[in-house]
Nanobody, 116 residues
Framework: QVQLVESGGGLVQARGSLRLSCGVSGSIFSINTMGWYRQAPGKERELVAAITSGGSTSYPVSVKGRFTISRNNAKNTLYLQMNSLKPEDTAMYYC??????????WGQGTQVTVSS
């Protein structure tokens, strides 16, 4: 089993920055991809960043150029650096881990609120 715990969310002004962290514990031997999802009230869940075991990253157009996913293996931590934040970035952000084709593990979420 894998346990994921997010932190770093909060209230920030538009054009500001936040860095989310995800502590990873348990057996991650079979994990090939990790990522960050977000979901705002009344909207569909959206994958906003992903990183493979080989270090390849991907982002949707909505956040590309503003968000950066990274990891520190020594600290067993995944990060999401969010810059140039907009009110539409307001959502609950979740850390997730993928084994093959399924996102099998999820954190509890951390709230990000961007004020105008």
């Amino acid at each position: 089993q894998v346990q994921l715990v997010e932190s770093g969310g909060g209230l920030v002004q538009a054009r500001g920055s936040l860095r989310l962290s995800c502590g990873v514990s348990g057996s991650i031997f079979s994990i090939n991809t990790m990522g960050w999802y977000r979901q705002a009230p009344g909207k569909e869940r959206e994958l906003v960043a992903a990183i493979t075991s080989g270090g390849s990253t991907s982002y949707p157009v909505s956040v590309k150029g503003r968000f950066t996913i990274s990891r520190n293996n020594a600290k067993n931590t995944l990060y999401l650096q969010m810059n140039s934040l907009k009110p539409e970035d307001t959502a609950m952000y979740y850390c997730a881990a993928k084994r093959l084709t399924l996102w099998d593990y999820w954190g509890q979420g951390t709230q990000v609120t961007v004020s105008s």
